[in-house]
């Protein structure tokens, strides 16, 4: 597999910010809502992902708020790159990403951005992030705790991506796995308690 790293500004900019808008549509608060479950920021942890939809009890939109988040991750880097290339492509994928962390409309309180890293992941390097996804269900099937899932995942992923999809994608991987770990630190002082609750557990009181 042969990768084109010319860098032209312009279209990584654009790229960049056409990715964040596309990012930054909250898709589990649009679920949530059309699921009858109010604002999604209410409810358990806060978050706007697919695993606080998920507590509203609502699993089609907890599946819809998935796929959507991980699709707009995808679909950013693939427009890029067919317009652009893969540099282009990088700076898209991390601007769906930031997109979902910081949305403009939700006053840059968004996500955690595991679903559109996976997202992300798969569109750059489909057989890294197959690999990302596999880690995650096996770690998930041991422990049954989905923040360890994500942290197991997102730490293993720059090394799938530097022999599955190369250096640039792997650095822009690594800072994106960087920043799960800093939206998690929450969760990570939880696991440090041994108080982060299971799938299908309770919810945490607090984040």
Excluded at 194 to 201: K, N, Q, T, V
Aim: hydrophobic share 55%.
């Amino acid at each position: 597999m042969t990768f084109d790293y010319t860098l032209d500004w312009r279209t990584c900019g654009l790229s960049l910010v056409i990715g964040y808008l596309l990012g930054s549509i909250p898709f589990g608060l649009i679920f949530a809502w059309l699921a009858g479950a109010g604002d999604v920021r209410k409810i358990g942890s806060g978050n706007i992902g697919a695993t606080n939809v998920l507590r509203t009890g609502k699993r089609w939109a907890a599946v819809l708020t998935l796929v959507f988040d991980g699709g707009k991750g995808a679909a950013a880097v693939l427009v890029a790159h067919a317009l652009y290339g893969d540099v282009a492509a990088a700076f898209a994928g991390l601007g769906a990403f930031l997109g979902h962390l910081f949305p403009v409309w939700l006053r840059f309180k968004g996500g955690k951005g595991v679903a559109t890293f996976l997202g992300v992941t798969l569109a750059l390097a489909w057989p890294a992030g197959l690999l990302v996804a596999a880690t995650w269900l096996v770690v998930a099937a041991i422990w049954r705790i989905s923040s360890l899932s994500a942290l197991i995942a997102a730490a293993l992923a720059p090394l799938y991506m530097l022999y599955l999809g190369g250096p640039v994608n792997a650095l822009l991987i690594s800072l994106m796995a960087l920043l799960i770990l800093v939206m998690h630190r929450q969760n990570v002082a939880r696991l440090s308690r041994g108080e982060e609750p299971r799938i299908g557990g309770a919810k945490p009181s607090s984040t």
